[in-house]
C-alpha cells in the first residue's frame, strides 16, 4: 500500500505525523511524508526521512492582514500543481493529513484526483480547514470528543476517537535517566518551561523573573528559537537554569522535569499525557477559535492540570502556582495519575488500522 502522510508548520502537527509515518512503516507500507519545505531543516525528525520527505514552498495566510495573501496565494496554487504531479508519480492508495497550513496542497489535490482522503483534528474546536475537508474525508481523526459536535451530520458517522499519536519513547524513559539526558542535575526540583516550537515570549518574561527569585528550582527551559538569545541574556549567571532554543528529544525533558509550564496545543497535552508529568498550561490567546483554552480546560477538569492565563498579573499568578506545587508533593502526585489515565497506548494502533481500512473496505475496523 502507497500512503501519503501530510503535515507541517508546527511541531505540533508534524510529530504526531511522524508517528503514524514510523508505525504504517512498520507495517511495510511505502510511505511519503509531505510537508513544508521550511521544515526540512528546522525539525530534526523531518531531516532524517531523506528522499521519503517532499516539502512545497508555502506559507500560511494571515487572517487579519489579507493584502499579504498574494504572494502565499501563488505558492498555494504552485503546491497544489507539485501535489498532482507527485500523485500521477506515486499513485498513493490514501493519504492522510494530520495539519497545519502546509497540509492543504496534497489534500485538496487528494480530492481533486479522487484520491481517498483522512483528516486528523486535535483540538476540542475543529479548525475551518478540516471542517472543510472533512465533507469528503473517508474519515476524521478526533483526538477531544468535544470536536464531535461541531461537525455535520453526515460527516460525525465518519468521525472515529482516536486520541492524537505520540512518538515512541513518550513515558518509557525514567526520571533518572531523562535527566543524564537533558543533562539536569539528578536531584531536587525540575521545572520545565516550553512555549512548543515557535516559542512563548509570556512564558519566557514571566520565567526569567521567577528564576532569579527562586534559586532552589532547576528550570529546564525550552525557549523557542527566537526567544533564545534573550532567554539566555535574562539568565545569564543563573546556574540552576538549563536553556535550550528546541528541544527535539522531548520525552527526556518531561520525563525530567517534575512539573511542566507549557502551552495547550493538543500534541504538547498528549505528550505530556503519555510522560504522566503535571503542567500548569497557559493557551495561546491567539490560537484559532481560542482552541487552546478549550483544550486546556478540558484537562483541567480532568485534574492533570491547572491553566493560567495570560493577562494582568501573569507573571505573579504564575510565580504563585509554581511556588504552591513546589510545596505540595502530594498534589503533584495526584496529577500525575490524572494526566496518565488521559494517555491511550492504543491510539496509534488503532489510527493506523483506520487509515489502512480506507483501502481496504471489507476489514472490520473497531471504533473508539
Not at 523557542?224 to 527526556?252: I, K, T
Amino acid at each position: 500500500m502507497v500512503v501519503f502522510v501530510t503535515a507541517g508548520g508546527t511541531g505540533g502537527h508534524i510529530f504526531p505525523g511522524i508517528a503514524l509515518y514510523d508505525e504504517l512503516v512498520r507495517r511495510g507500507h511505502e510511505v511519503l511524508f509531505v510537508g513544508s519545505e521550511a521544515d526540512r531543516n528546522r525539525f530534526e525528525c523531518i531531516e532524517r526521512l531523506g528522499n521519503r520527505f517532499v516539502g512545497f514552498r508555502v506559507q500560511q495566510l494571515y487572517r487579519r492582514k489579507p493584502w499579504k495573501n498574494i504572494p502565499g496565494l501563488v505558492r498555494f496554487i504552485r503546491a497544489v500543481r507539485g501535489a498532482l504531479a507527485l500523485i500521477r508519480s506515486f499513485r498513493p492508495d490514501v493519504c492522510v493529513g494530520m495539519g497545519g497550513f502546509a497540509s492543504a496542497p496534497l489534500i485538496l489535490a487528494c480530492r481533486l484526483k479522487g484520491i481517498p482522503y483522512c483528516v486528523a483534528e486535535q483540538n476540542a474546536i475543529p479548525g475551518r480547514a478540516n471542517r472543510f475537508f472533512a465533507r469528503r474525508a473517508s474519515a476524521v481523526f478526533l483526538n477531544m470528543r468535544q470536536a464531535l459536535e461541531r461537525f455535520a451530520g453526515h460527516v460525525r458517522d465518519r468521525c472515529h476517537i482516536t486520541g492524537n499519536p505520540v512518538r515512541p519513547g513518550f513515558g518509557a524513559v525514567s526520571q533518572r535517566d531523562a535527566r543524564e539526558r537533558m543533562g539536569v542535575p539528578p536531584r531536587g526540583f525540575v521545572l520545565g518551561v516550553t512555549g512548543g516550537s515557535q516559542g512563548a515570549r509570556a512564558i519566557n518574561l514571566a520565567i526569567a523573573a521567577y528564576a532569579r527569585k527562586q534559586r532552589k528550582v532547576t528550570v529546564l527551559w525550552s525557549s523557542g528559537r527566537a526567544g533564545y538569545d534573550e532567554v539566555r541574556s535574562a539568565s545569564a549567571g543563573l546556574e540552576n537554569v538549563y536553556v535550550h532554543p528546541f528541544v527535539e528529544d522531548m520525552a527526556a525533558f518531561l520525563s525530567a522535569s517534575d512539573l511542566v509550564v507549557s502551552r495547550a496545543g493538543a500534541t504538547s497535552l498528549a505528550e505530556l499525557a503519555a510522560c504522566r508529568t503535571p503542567s500548569l498550561l497557559v493557551p495561546y490567546p491567539w490560537a484559532a477559535d481560542d482552541h487552546q483554552t478549550r483544550n486546556a480546560r478540558a484537562w483541567e477538569a480532568a485534574e492533570a492540570a491547572i491553566v493560567v492565563p495570560e493577562g494582568e498579573d501573569f507573571a505573579e499568578r504564575l510565580e504563585n502556582t509554581i511556588n504552591e506545587l513546589y510545596k505540595s508533593r502530594s498534589g503533584l502526585e495526584a496529577m500525575s495519575k490524572a494526566a496518565g489515565r488521559l494517555h491511550d497506548v492504543t491510539t496509534l494502533r488503532r489510527m493506523a488500522d483506520l487509515v489502512e481500512a480506507q483501502v481496504r473496505p471489507a476489514r472490520s475496523v473497531e471504533d473508539a
